[in-house]
């Protein structure tokens, strides 16, 4: 777990010099490029698919939720529905591909999207960000075995009351659906212990 130790405390250190997004965003991606470098790290608890559901397992929550880390896993033909994040984030490809669609939001609210769809491999950063572009889907891009990537938000994100969206096309037929809240917490109860040093 050392990799993601040192990950943990360089992020601390960046915040306690400023919590501008900007410098944050530009600080935190050559960390996030040098944890997905290598994935030995990454304890077998957070990396286990479910055969109907992708998972978010916490990795990490800083003690005053200004940012948290997440594994996600998806499992064969697992994707998310079109949601938002409410807060910035970097995502780190660590095994398998992502495949990815960015929305926007239009001023009745609907979302359309934006650009073609793109692919994450191994060793990729994506960014999202309310400034930058947040609303997206994320599907395993692999036919064959899971896909895992590791995230870090700027606060606790499994806490975070966020939105799902239906496709402009739906949303017009069923207004009332067209952008629901949620939360979505964590698969997961426990965290790996990253400071026993007994081993």
Not at 53 to 80: A, M, N
Not at 88 to 102: K, T
Not at 114 to 132: A, F, N
Request: hydrophobic fraction near 35%.
């Amino acid at each position: 777990l050392a990799p993601l130790k040192d990950f943990i405390q360089e992020v601390t250190r960046r915040l306690e010099q400023s919590s501008n997004e900007d410098f944050l965003l530009e600080q935190i991606k050559p960390l996030l490029q040098k944890l997905i470098e290598t994935d030995a790290w990454l304890p077998a608890s957070c990396a286990q698919p479910h055969p109907l559901f992708y998972r978010q397992y916490l990795l990490h929550c800083d003690p005053l939720e200004r940012f948290s880390v997440v594994s996600f896993v998806w499992g064969i033909g697992q994707k998310t529905p079109i949601h938002d994040h409410k807060v910035w984030g970097l995502i780190g490809m660590l095994r398998g591909a992502e495949s990815c669609q960015s929305y926007a939001e239009d001023d009745q609210g609907l979302v359309h999207p934006v650009g073609t769809p793109y692919r994450l491999e191994p060793g990729d950063i994506d960014v999202v960000s309310p400034h930058r572009g947040d609303v997206h889907t994320v599907a395993n891009a692999m036919a064959d075995r899971p896909s895992i990537s590791i995230h870090i938000y700027g606060a606790n994100i499994g806490a975070v009351e966020r939105h799902v969206y239906l496709p402009a096309e739906s949303a017009l037929s069923n207004p009332q659906e067209a952008k629901r809240a949620f939360v979505s917490g964590y698969s997961l109860s426990t965290v790996p212990n990253l400071w026993g040093r007994s081993e």
